[in-house]
């Protein structure tokens, strides 16, 4: 009898250790959603700036077909104007997961999950000029 004891405390202590790691990837995912959208486990999406983040983001990976005198389906990235108003349509994170029925942007293949979740948490902070 002492033995059953000694394994139910052990598959009690497994069991234990489980939830422990289950909380602690919950906590993990709930500490990314200051922002208001939860990015990918040790994805900062807490105060994302236009000019620290969005303006560089934009600028090396969309601007070359967006902007004035190149500015492919009458999208312009190149101001902060431009981009406020393409964010407020839902356009702007729209192409980034091909959402609607939206071409995926950039063509040459989607940006990474946690880069798309600043994007979106900075658009659903305001899309402010920060
Ligand atoms: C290599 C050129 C190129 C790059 C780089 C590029 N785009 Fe585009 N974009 C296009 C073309 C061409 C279209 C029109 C394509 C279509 O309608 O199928 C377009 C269309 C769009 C549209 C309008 C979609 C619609 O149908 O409403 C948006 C918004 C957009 N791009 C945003 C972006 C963003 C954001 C990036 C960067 C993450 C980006 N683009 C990078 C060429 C580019």
Partial sequence: MKFYKIILSLLLG???????????EDLL??????????????????????SGFIQPLLNSNCRSCHRQGSANAGIRLDTYAFVQATARTGQLV????RRDGLPLMPPSGALDDCTIAQVESWVKAGALEN
């Fill in 94 to 97: 729209g192409v980034m997961k």
């Fill in 14 to 24: 497994v069991a234990l250790t489980g939830c422990f790691y289950d909380n602690k």
């Fill in 29 to 50: 995912t709930e500490m990314n959603e200051g922002g208001g959208v939860p990015g990918p486990i040790g994805c900062e999406t807490d105060s994302i700036s236009y």
